[in-house]
């Protein structure tokens, strides 16, 4: 019952929007149709617009750097804020301030307190600049330094004996909670100087009398800050153009009209088209921006301080560690890994367990690890009578183990097993998912690879940090640790089954809010390898777009699946 009255709300959210989208449409049209066809913007003029604006965007997107500091980057705090910004103007009925809440904490990993707080700040100087308009609007059009002067100084007081820092009792918290709120108000009145001065710039290259074009920028500047504090309809339509449009007709400035208008649709579009290109990278899709389900969804991913609660099975398995070897062909290279992985876990005083996944091989590698396991009861080999790729090996195995945690271990070897050792303390430490780093900054590290190779993988791994995984350097190294439940819980209904499988776990690994640890391992590039970067690059480009399309979304199958259970089901369905 709960469940179907949340989706009839979702339902009845998206429609009223839609709704509201018509009518503000044709309210923007019945504008443009009382303009008639006469008027005309010159370039110069857009491009000092779109360029002000872009400026502004940019400077906005500073905000939360600012409150929460260096550990936070200045590009996550650009594309988080594009992603917030997105949303309150796309979906106006959502509950933003809950959402901002859950969303911000989710990407940060910054405690419910301290996000609390900046949302309480945002809220406030929205308020202060609210307050701080008329004054702006006086400073363009009147050209009277005292009374500008005096305006700023009663705005500042009255931001000053509002501010929520009073609310802290400790000296040291007020006073660090108020410099937080001075660097977003910084902020935000930057952003705003910047926009105000760019569109009175284009008014004066449209408008010879100084004193038109000035109360003409105001007009319009002040229109787009309504329309963007307060959006009745998605991006303010319609509500926009009764704001600045009859305030401009009004004014007997019909030559505005066209900036006025022009200053809209570029606002829309900056807005638009980088907040689209990053909602994925979050794990959201379009249609979650109108499930008032969202902010619930957002906050049940958010990982417990603590930890997931493995599931029982896993907690009470008869072996600690499975190491999970996929291999296709590899009757050359295997018997220099093998043996060095078996020596290894017989040294260590857990429990263990080796894994070889034959991915249909035809030389002889199936034999071979047959052969080896005659003698060593723990060392088992699983079989797949034709290639099906190497996700589905990983998968075969994972399935197969019986370990509390699954080493997903590369056949070749490239990073020894020792390297094991440093991921268990990982996931000691919390993580529910440890992988091998060969980007990770240590002292003793020792990496070995082709210019070429370390060229195209950097930008490779760029590319995905920016579309799928943030924060996630090296999504490729081939030695992995996860935990049982974990693991089947991400393989279930795999998608990728080629090279980009780790991209694809990972993705959903950040969807369902398990922590990844990063861990710097030992690394040699080992000749014989099936990997042709430049072709098998781009090939998991286009795959990146896959994984996004199939898996984003909180709302959809997929997101709800992982949310729920988080535990693991059978995986036959996604062989």
Request: net charge positive.
């Amino acid at each position: 019952m709960t469940s179907t009255r949340a989706e009839t709300s979702s339902s009845l959210l998206g429609t009223t929007t839609v709704a509201r989208l018509a009518v503000g449409a044709a309210l923007a049209a019945l504008c443009v149709a009382m303009l008639g066809g006469s008027w005309s913007l010159a370039s110069p003029a857009a491009g000092i617009t779109a360029l002000g604006l872009a400026l502004a965007m940019l400077v906005r997107g500073c905000e939360l750097r600012a409150w929460f500091g260096s550990g936070l980057s200045l590009h996550q705090s650009q594309s988080l804020q594009l992603v917030l910004d997105l949303t309150r103007w796309i979906s106006p009925l959502q509950d933003r301030r809950r959402l901002e809440v859950e969303f911000v904490a989710r990407e940060t990993s910054r405690c419910s307190d301290s996000v609390t707080e900046w949302a309480r700040s945002r809220l406030w100087w929205r308020l202060v600049l609210l307050a701080a308009l008329p004054t702006l609007v006086a400073t363009i059009v009147l050209h009277d330094g005292a009374v500008a002067l005096c305006g700023w100084i009663a705005t500042a007081a009255l931001s000053l004996a509002t501010s929520p820092h009073w609310r802290h009792t400790a000296r040291k918290a007020r006073r660090a909670v108020l410099a937080g709120h001075l660097r977003m108000v910084a902020c935000a009145v930057l952003a705003l100087g910047i926009e105000a001065a760019a569109i009175t710039l284009a008014a004066r290259s449209i408008v010879a009398d100084p004193q038109v074009a000035a109360t003409g920028a105001a007009v319009i500047f002040v229109a787009l800050g309504l329309v963007r504090a307060v959006p009745a309809a998605p991006f303010g339509i319609g509500l926009y153009e009764l704001l600045a449009l009859g305030g401009l007709w009004l004014l007997g400035a019909p030559q505005l009209l066209a900036l006025a208008l022009c200053s809209h649709v570029l606002w829309i579009a900056l807005a638009l088209a980088p907040g689209l290109a990053y909602l994925s990278r979050y794990k959201l899709t379009l249609g979650d921006l109108f499930d008032r389900r969202l902010p619930t969804l957002l906050a049940r991913s958010r990982r417990p301080s603590a930890g997931w609660t493995a599931d029982d099975a896993t907690n009470t398995a008869e072996v600690e560690v499975s190491v999970a070897i996929p291999a296709y062909n590899e009757r050359e290279r295997l018997p220099r890994y093998l043996p060095d992985v078996l020596a290894h876990l017989g040294a260590q005083g857990y429990s263990w367990e080796v894994i070889v996944a034959d991915d249909g091989s035809q030389d002889g590698t199936g034999d071979y690890v047959a052969g080896i396991a005659a003698g060593e009861p723990r060392l088992r080999l699983v079989r797949r009578p034709r290639n099906g790729g190497k996700g589905r090996a990983v998968l075969d195995a994972i399935e197969a183990a019986r370990g509390r945690y699954v080493l997903i271990a590369d056949a070749d070897g490239a990073t020894p097993i020792r390297e094991l050792e440093a991921l268990r303390r990982a996931v000691a430490g919390g993580a529910e998912i440890a992988i091998g780093s060969r980007v990770a900054p240590r002292d003793d590290r020792v990496r070995e690879r082709a210019a070429l190779r370390a060229l195209i993988g950097k930008v490779f791994y760029g590319l995905v940090n920016f579309l799928a995984v943030p924060g996630i350097g090296d999504t490729q190294c081939g030695f992995k640790l996860l935990r049982r439940d974990v693991a089947r819980a991400l393989f279930r209904e795999l998608g990728e089954f080629g090279w980009a499988f780790d991209v694809e776990i990972l993705y959903r690994a950040q969807l369902a809010g398990f922590r990844v640890a990063e861990v710097a391992v030992e690394w040699h590039e080992i000749a014989g390898s099936k990997l042709r970067p430049v072709r098998d690059a781009s090939r998991m480009l286009v795959s990146l777009f896959r994984i996004r399309a199939r898996n984003a979304g909180f709302t959809g199958q997929t997101g709800q699946a992982l949310l729920a259970g988080r535990n693991a089901l059978t995986l036959r369905d996604a062989a």
